[in-house]
């Protein structure tokens, strides 16, 4: 995520298609790596519902921070609070923020409570 940030930061904070890829690498590396370990995570309870928050919050915890910088920035401008309004709600930052968190976190959610009920294991 540090990569996909930095790539962010030298495109002038634009979110671009490849950004995009790049994001999309990031979830193929995380799917890959709990495929091969999964027999090991499920033999710890919790296992697999840890490793699906770890990603999460390394996710979208790298967006996030990103934009709370970039508001900051943004918003010691003369037209502050206007300018910031319209960078996060009207170009792709309002995705990359708000809409992956909302989703992502519901199905984070929806995991944790499957696997509490199930007592800690995911089989």
């Known amino acids: 995520m540090g990569v996909t940030q930095a790539t962010i930061a030298l495109a002038g904070g634009e979110i671009t298609p490849f ?3 790049l994001t ?3 979830a193929l590396g995380i799917v890959v790596w709990l495929w091969r370990n999964y027999r090991r995570l499920t033999q710890v309870r919790y296992g697999v519902a840890v490793a699906h928050a770890i990603a999460f919050v390394t996710v ?4 996030n921070a990103h934009a709370v ?6 918003g010691s401008g003369p037209e502050g609070f206007e300018t910031v309004s319209r960078d996060l709600l009207t170009t792709p930052w309002f995705g990359a923020t708000l ?3 909302a989703a992502w976190g519901l199905g984070l959610l929806i995991h ?5 009920l199930g007592r800690g294991w995911e089989d």
Do not use: K, P, Y
């Open 60 to 63: 979208t915890t790298s967006f």
């Open 69 to 74: 910088l970039r508001t900051l920035i943004l």
């Open 112 to 116: 944790l409570l499957g696997t509490v």
């Open 99 to 101: 809409i992956m968190t």
């Open 24 to 26: 999309a690498a990031v």
């Open 19 to 21: 950004v995009g890829l």
